[in-house]
Structure formats: structure tokens, C-alpha cells
């Protein structure tokens, strides 16, 4: 069985700072993997995806994720935190036999000024 | 613009009266998903269906139902609602199959049952 945990339900960081959100997954089969951004009042968009192709994923407004199968970790990164990066972050696993995707329990992400 | 749409988006409604949900989607999606989301325990699904008449059951799916008739409509019926279902609701779709796909969600529906 698939399964998602997001380490810290909520991060907090200074604006300029290093953005660090963990998700580690859990897989039988080579994984799909996902990071969906939940603003306030609105639905979940996708920020960057894995689909077995490079390691390094490049997402939308500056992230990325690096897929590292020995620590089963996709670990979603910023360089530097905006303001306007303040959500609730959703790491998600899917394989190509699934349903459905899995959703990890979500990580909220303030920045301080 | 490619759209998922759920109505209402806010409703406040008691115990034991009918309620449905409605979703829509222009991309032409086969698949499409209802879940829900409680603080501390992210996106669970209640129901998903991979084709027109074809409809199954997600993780949560006690005290829901759904249909789906039309590709483009999948809406989700609460037949007599508890306030254990008060919660924040979204649907979804994406291409069938491959879930290397995006998935498109809705902007949410806000439930609260009294």
C-alpha cells in the first residue's frame, strides 16, 4: 500500500530564508509524486510533479524537489521565501496500477517578515 | 479555460436533510474524484469513477453517494447528513489512466451540517 507523511504540520520561516517542507513516501512500485499548493479559500494547484523522469523537478513560483529513492524522500525546496508563499502544502503519491492519489496531511508554511 | 466546478460552494444545512453537491468539468476528463479535508488528516477520497457508469468507492465513502450519468457531471449526494460530515468537500478530474496527469481540482465546497 501507498502511503505519504509530511514531516511538521507547520513551518514558519523569515522571508529571504531557505523554504524546507519533507515528505517521505512509501512505495512498492516506482512512485508518481506530487506537491499541490492550497492558498486560502482556494482549491489545490499543482506545483511540480515526478514521473520517473529526472530526479531534480522544477516546479512553478521558484520550487523544485529533488526524488531520492534510497531515503524514499521528496522533499519540496525554495531558495528564498516570499510573502506571498504563505499556503498549505501537499506532498502525493500515485503509481500507475492506482485509482487514486494519496494525499499527505499537509504542511503550512507562514512567513515571517 | 479548463474548469472544475462545484455548487455551492458554501452551504449550511441540519441533520438529515438530503443534500447534493454538484460538479463539472470542460477538459473531457474520464476520471473524476470527490474527497474531503479535515485539518490534520490532508485529502481523503470518498468516491472516484474512471468512466461514464462506472463509480467506486474510495477510502471514505459511508454516508455518500454519487453518479455518474454524463463524463462531464459527477455529483456527490450526502442522503441524510451528520455533522460528522461538516467539512471542507472538492472534486477533481484528470485524463483516465496514467496518473503521471495532472489532476484539476475545484475550488471547494464548505459543508457544515447542524
Known amino acids: 500500500a501507498q502511503s505519504v507523511t509530511q514531516l511538521g504540520s507547520h513551518v514558519s520561516v523569515s522571508e529571504g530564508a531557505l523554504v524546507l517542507l519533507r515528505c517521505n513516501y512509501s512505495?512498492?512500485?516506482?512512485?508518481?509524486l506530487f506537491w499541490y499548493v492550497q492558498y486560502p479559500n482556494q482549491g489545490l494547484q499543482l506545483l511540480l510533479k515526478?514521473?520517473?523522469?529526472?530526479?531534480l523537478v522544477k516546479g512553478i513560483n521558484g520550487f523544485e524537489a529533488e526524488f531520492k529513492k534510497s531515503e524514499t524522500s521528496f522533499h519540496l525546496t525554495k531558495p528564498s521565501a516570499h510573502m506571498s508563499d504563505a499556503a498549505e502544502y501537499f506532498c502525493?503519491?500515485?503509481?500507475?496500477?492506482?485509482?487514486?492519489?494519496?494525499f499527505g496531511s499537509g504542511t503550512r508554511l507562514s512567513i515571517r517578515p | 479555460e479548463a474548469q472544475v466546478t462545484q455548487n455551492p460552494r458554501y452551504l449550511i444545512t441540519v441533520t438529515g436533510k438530503k443534500l447534493t453537491v454538484t460538479c463539472s468539468q470542460n477538459?473531457?476528463?474520464?476520471?473524476m474524484s470527490w474527497y474531503r479535508q479535515d485539518p490534520g488528516l490532508g485529502l481523503r477520497q470518498i468516491y472516484y469513477?474512471?468512466?461514464?457508469?462506472?463509480?467506486d468507492k474510495g477510502d471514505v465513502p459511508e454516508g455518500y453517494k454519487v453518479s455518474r450519468k454524463e463524463k462531464r457531471n459527477f455529483p456527490l449526494i450526502l442522503e441524510s447528513p451528520s455533522p460528522n460530515q461538516t467539512s471542507l468537500y472538492f472534486c477533481?478530474?484528470?485524463?483516465?489512466?496514467?496518473?503521471?496527469?495532472?489532476?484539476?481540482f475545484g475550488e471547494g465546497s464548505w459543508l457544515t451540517v447542524v
Open positions: 477533481a478530474s484528470s485524463p483516465f489512466g496514467d496518473f503521471g496527469n495532472t489532476i484539476y
Open positions: 512505495s512498492s512500485v516506482p512512485p508518481y
Open positions: 515526478y514521473t520517473s523522469a529526472a530526479t
Open positions: 502525493a503519491v500515485s503509481d500507475r496500477s492506482a485509482s487514486k492519489i494519496i
Open positions: 477538459m473531457n476528463h474520464e476520471y
Open positions: 469513477s474512471m468512466n461514464v457508469e462506472a463509480t
